[in-house]
């Protein structure tokens, strides 16, 4: 369903004192200066449109189960064993919480060193890039995978001489499974065609195929997870120029600790293992939406990137 944004806006009170009112819903904290009896006034209840227009304003965009968990709920203590009794052991602090819910199977996340491991022996192992998407499909070692909807392989001309590379994908990507289609992929489509590249021309990945829930970032351990995978996706399409999108995917494929400030516009050499391939970092379209005056330093980075692309005369 799509949602109403911004038609639940925060407004002050009508005594204009205190907010007392956002995206429709009334704060159950009375403004103080309203007359004693308004303050007593029952709040109506939202509507069910209400309640989700105020959870996505507040980034909540997404379900994660379909039964709700009472966080807030104080656990059952756990009674101690019979034999144990006698011991006297030391009361505990805090009641212990009650046994865990049963987690499906597919649901357990692997150990973070494990996961890696494992994680670069399946990519290392794939032949080609529908392997290697293959393998990815089923790959269980990263709990993104059971929060997003669709993996986000790739999208493009795998034969293509250029690849540009993001962080993660959002929710219009995790509803499409292919990357850079919301609004920065808009922008990031203008920069390409500004130096004369499309999706035919070009190959678009993620470092992290799997879409972080509510956009949060990346753990370092996520990223160190799926490294293996966007290293061998690189290795496989074996481009000409490799562009980072950004900081994150700039320190996590470049190995740069600088900022994107720094790194920018400078080129680097990548190393596939069987290839050096020339890298150059340019901002990330989301970025350039907030702050459209560092359009003008990515143009320079799209010229760099057009010229390296020329055939050499
Ligand atoms: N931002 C990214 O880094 N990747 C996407 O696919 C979309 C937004």
Redesign the pocket.
């Known amino acids: 369903m799509e949602l109403p944004s911004g038609r639940f806006r925060a407004a002050p009170c009508r005594f204009g004192h205190d907010r007392l009112r956002k995206t429709g819903l009334h704060f159950s904290a009375p403004c103080s200066k309203l007359p004693p009896i308004m303050a007593l006034m029952p709040e109506p209840t939202p509507t069910l449109q209400q309640l989700l227009a105020f959870y996505l304003e507040a980034g909540v965009d997404c379900a994660l189960g379909d039964e709700p968990i009472n966080r807030l709920e104080e656990p059952e203590p756990v009674p101690a064993p019979a034999a144990a009794r006698p011991m006297a052991a030391p009361s505990p602090l805090r009641p212990l919480p009650a046994a865990m819910p049963a987690v499906p199977r597919s649901e357990i996340t692997v150990a973070p060193d494990a996961a890696i491991a494992s994680a670069r022996e399946a990519a290392r192992t794939a032949p080609t890039l529908a392997d290697l998407r293959a393998l990815m499909e089923t790959f269980d070692g990263c709990a993104l995978k059971h929060t997003a909807t669709k993996l ?1 392989f790739a999208d493009g001309n795998p034969e293509a001489r250029v690849m540009f590379v ?5 929710r ?2 995790d509803i499409e499974g292919l ?4 609004r ?2 808009k922008l990031l489509d203008r920069m390409i065609a500004s130096i004369g590249l499309d999706r035919r021309s070009a190959y ?1 990945a ?1 470092v992290i195929p799997w879409r972080p829930p509510g956009n949060r970032t990346p753990t370092p351990q996520e990223t160190q997870v799926c490294l293996p995978f966007i290293q061998r996706q690189i290795e496989l399409v074996n481009p000409d120029v490799l562009v980072t ?2 900081n ?2 700039t320190q996590a494929l470049l190995g740069t600790r600088e900022g994107i400030m720094r790194s920018r516009g400078k080129w680097l050499d990548y190393d596939t293992g069987t290839r050096t391939i020339r890298a150059i970092a340019t901002f ?3 970025y350039l939406l907030r702050s459209p005056s560092y359009k003008r330093l990515t143009w320079q980075d799209l010229r760099a990137i057009a010229k390296a692309l020329q055939p050499a005369t």
Request: charged residues 15%; without cysteine.
């Open positions: 986000v993001g962080e993660a994908p959002g219009d990507e990357p850079f289609v919301g920065s992929g678009i993620n999108l950004g994150p995917s990330h379209p989301a």
